[in-house]
């Protein structure tokens, strides 16, 4: 099957599509490859209204809604027509995360997927986590099956985007949940001077740890929490962004080099109870150097960097294998990973 995975990042850094294909061989074996990939950034107007989501009326929610998944129809139609491809047998589309409070049996992601289907005329599959969340779960992370399957090979799959998060087996089954925020704490302390982001943490790398900061954060109760546990914008803004904002007086290299180092080891608070593998990498935060020697220096694990186009769209690729197992009729969630009482076929399927 070729299926198109679209995925909109805690990040805000863009619409990302790409063009999978899917077979299995005479043994059972996933094949998978990326056919054409693109990002396309978000309209100043749209994005405004996303990183401004909470704030807004329940109507003009509803309308956000149905305006997303109209962004994602006319993007989806733009690649397709940009790199000259034909239609794919179906569309799996994560959507954008506005509300994630699991405790309280609710994830909503937004993205109409009855707008993405009637525009693009090609079949979508939409909602993939709120199954997960009613029987339990904590409806996140949705990949680890794909490093499962996909990603076999390697002891951890390690996704350095907004938030870090993490998926390994441990004694047979699948382990996987949030670790840290990475880039979304990266980016807010990069803007106090006006940037974007950290580019290829050059600011950071001059930076000295700032050790009160250091340990504040160190100390937050989510870290002493055992998995599944999940981070949404929610807890950023009242446990996280707090503690780092009482050192807005300080050098911003120094706050980001200390957010570098707590990254690192809250990643080897987990890889060091396992014995030595290979740690694979993927997630924006795989191009940033600093980061990664912050991570290389503070684990025993070899570190593998994929190709760009697998970083950039590594979580692309598998909710379009998430999108290929629920029309198998096989399962796409967890509960091993997500706390659920069951496994379950996460998504709802929208066609004319």
């Known amino acids: 099957m070729k299926i198109l995975g679209v ?7 863009g619409l990302d599509i790409a063009l999978c294909t899917f077979q299995q061989d005479n043994k059972g074996k996933f094949i998978y490859s990326i056919e054409a990939s693109q990002t396309y950034p978000f309209p100043s107007s749209l994005k405004s209204q996303l990183e401004k989501l909470k704030f807004l009326s329940a109507e003009n ?32 589309s994560h959507g954008h995360t506005t509300f994630h409070n699991p405790q309280y049996g609710y994830s909503k992601q937004i993205g109409n997927g009855d707008h993405i289907t009637a525009i693009t005329d090609i079949p979508s599959i939409t909602n993939f986590r709120s199954m997960d969340v009613a029987l339990g779960g904590e409806g996140a992370p949705l990949v680890p099956i794909g490093d499962q399957i996909l990603f076999s090979e390697y002891d951890f799959c390690l996704n350095l985007g907004g938030y870090g998060n993490i998926s390994f087996e441990e004694k047979g089954k699948r382990k996987a949940f949030d ?10 302390v ?9 580019e290829d943490g050059k600011i ?14 160190n100390r937050l109760e989510f870290y002493s929490r055992k998995g599944p546990k999940s981070l949404a914008d929610s807890w950023l803004n009242e446990k996280f962004i707090p503690i780092i904002d009482q050192y807005k007086k300080k050098s ?3 706050v980001l080099s200390t957010l570098y180092e707590h990254i690192a080891f809250q990643v080897h608070q987990i890889t060091k109870e396992y014995p030595k593998g290979k740690i694979f990498i993927t997630g924006g935060g795989a191009f940033n150097n600093c980061l990664i020697e912050k991570i290389q220096n503070s684990t025993l694990h070899n570190v593998h960097i994929p190709s760009e186009e697998i970083i950039e769209f590594k979580e ?7 999108g290929f197992l629920k029309v198998k009729g096989e399962v796409n969630c967890l509960a091993s990973v997500t706390g659920a009482r069951k496994n379950s076929i996460g998504g709802t399927l929208h066609e004319i």
């Open 316 to 322: 692309s690729l598998i909710f379009a294998f998430l």
């Open 179 to 188: 670790i840290c925020p990475v880039n979304k704490a990266l980016n807010y």
């Open 7 to 13: 995925m909109s990042g805690s990040s805000l850094d």
């Open 252 to 254: 911003i290299s120094d």
């Open 190 to 198: 990069a803007s106090w001077e006006g940037l974007n982001m950290d």
């Open 61 to 92: 929610f509803v309308k956000l809604d149905t305006d997303f998944g109209i962004f994602i129809g006319n993007m989806i139609n733009k690649f397709l027509k940009g790199n000259n491809l034909s239609l794919p047998d179906l569309i799996a």
């Open 204 to 217: 950071g790398s001059t930076g000295k740890i700032i050790p009160s900061l250091y340990e504040q954060l």
